[in-house]
């Protein structure tokens, strides 16, 4: 199974008082993988995107089970869980990686939506070929 995988170093401004990281930052490092997947993967969807395609998020979540701390190494691998119509389901794991090894610290689910805008509308819409097929390469 073939994992795509973003890496990240967690800065102070993503820790609350205690010093863990604040629990809505792991939907952002979600968000920021799918972006830097398809940056990897289907660069012109910047241009379907200004053309009316929108990659609309319409459920997230996520299981904490282990505390991140400011300076933690954490990578966020993500697969494909399925595809259905218009849709992409998506899961997450954050790894927190140190010199001893890993540690799964949480794992979420993000599904999004392949829609256009039409006039003040957005439509359900085929999800680009490209954007498949570099999906399925990461199927679960």
């Known amino acids: 199974m073939k994992i795509y995988e973003y890496q990240h170093i967690v800065s102070f401004e993503e820790t609350n008082l205690v010093g863990n990281v604040y629990y809505a930052n792991y939907v952002r490092w979600q968000g920021r993988c799918r972006e830097m997947f398809l940056r990897d993967h289907d660069p012109e969807v910047l241009t379907e995107l200004s053309q009316g395609l929108t990659l609309a998020?319409?459920?997230?979540?996520c299981e904490y089970y282990s505390e991140l701390l400011a300076f933690d190494r954490v990578a966020i691998r993500m697969r494909l869980k399925s595809v259905t119509?218009?849709?992409?389901?998506?899961?997450?794991?954050?790894?927190?990686?140190?010199?001893?090894?890993?540690?799964?610290?949480?794992?979420g689910e993000q599904q999004t939506a392949s829609m256009r805008r039409e006039g003040e509308k957005t439509v359900p819409t085929p999800i680009p070929a490209a954007i498949k097929e570099a999906l399925e390469l990461y199927r679960g």
Do not use: C
């Not at 998020?57 to 979540?61: E, P, R």
């Not at 849709?87 to 799964?104: N, P, Q, S, V």
């Open 85 to 107: 119509q218009n849709r992409i389901t998506m899961l997450f794991e954050y790894w927190r990686i140190t010199d001893k090894g890993e540690e799964m610290v949480a794992k």
């Open 57 to 61: 998020t319409v459920s997230v979540s």
